[in-house]
Antibody, heavy 125, light 107 residues
Framework: QVQLQESGPGLVKPSETLSLTCTVS????????WSWIRQPPGKGLEWIGY???????NYNPSLKSRVTISVDTSKNQFSLKLSSVTAADTAVYYC???????????????????WGKGTTVTVSS | EIVLTQSPDFQSVTPKEKVTITCRAS??????LHWYQQKPDQSPKLLIK???QSISGVPSRFSGSGSGTDFTLTINSLEAEDAATYYC?????????FGQGTKVEIK
């Protein structure tokens, strides 16, 4: 059974870069997309972006100028970097596996089926 | 960006009652709509994929329906363990988005 575990500093200073890693265990990182999602305290979910195991990415335009997602297949890990953070970036950050379903007509749909437990990141001096 | 609007925001329900949560998309998303359950201090858990497809291990009292812009999550015969916040999520077009959530409380 695939499991995901987020890791990284729980406290980041304003204007610095938030760096998190998601380690995939119980399965290979290959052949899937992998995503980051965040949830500010008491609020809803926000999709940050995803990466394919080959390295292609897609980001939320609201964060695109500050976000980089990368993958290290040799370590079965993918990572998130968010630059120039402010208090508004304080949130629980989740990583998730993106699975796909196939429909007739060569159509694929995507959904996030396995999530990590999440890690809390606070932006404060 | 596609906006998903859930209703209601909050629902207080007695056990064994039926719960209906709706999710409306700002434009057609086909059936690329998924439902998640999030209990306090836990990560979201996938309940329904592609509007109505069941997920292995999820109790059969959870079901989904809809297509286009209007979707429904139904919980038949609510149990105490179903107290949670429920989110819809669309993956039809980028950026992926979520509804604001519906909190279900057990009376």
């Amino acid at each position: 059974q695939v499991q995901l575990q987020e890791s990284g500093p729980g406290l980041v200073k304003p204007s610095e870069t938030l760096s998190l890693t998601c380690t995939v265990s119980g399965g290979s990182i290959s052949s899937y997309y992998w995503s980051w999602i965040r949830q500010p305290p008491g609020k809803g979910l926000e999709w940050i972006g995803y990466i394919y195991y080959s390295g292609s990415t897609n980001y939320n335009p609201s964060l695109k100028s500050r976000v980089t997602i990368s993958v290290d297949t040799s370590k079965n890990q993918f990572s998130l970097k968010l630059s120039s953070v402010t208090a508004a970036d304080t949130a629980v950050y989740y990583c998730a596996r993106v699975n796909s379903g196939y429909l007739p007509g060569n159509y694929y749909y995507y959904y996030m089926d396995v999530w990590g437990k999440g890690t809390t990141v606070t932006v404060s001096s | 960006e596609i906006v998903l609007t859930q209703s209601p925001d909050f629902q207080s329900v007695t056990p064994k009652e039926k719960v209906t949560i709706t999710c409306r998309a700002s434009q057609s998303i086909g059936s690329s709509l998924h439902w998640y359950q999030q209990k306090p201090d836990q990560s979201p858990k996938l309940l329904i994929k592609y509007a109505s497809q069941s997920i292995s291990g999820v109790p059969s009292r959870f079901s989904g329906s809809g297509s286009g812009t209007d979707f429904t999550l139904t919980i038949n015969s609510l149990e105490a363990e179903d107290a949670a916040t429920y989110y819809c999520h669309q993956s039809s077009s980028l950026p992926w988005t979520f509804g604001q959530g519906t909190k279900v409380e057990i009376k």
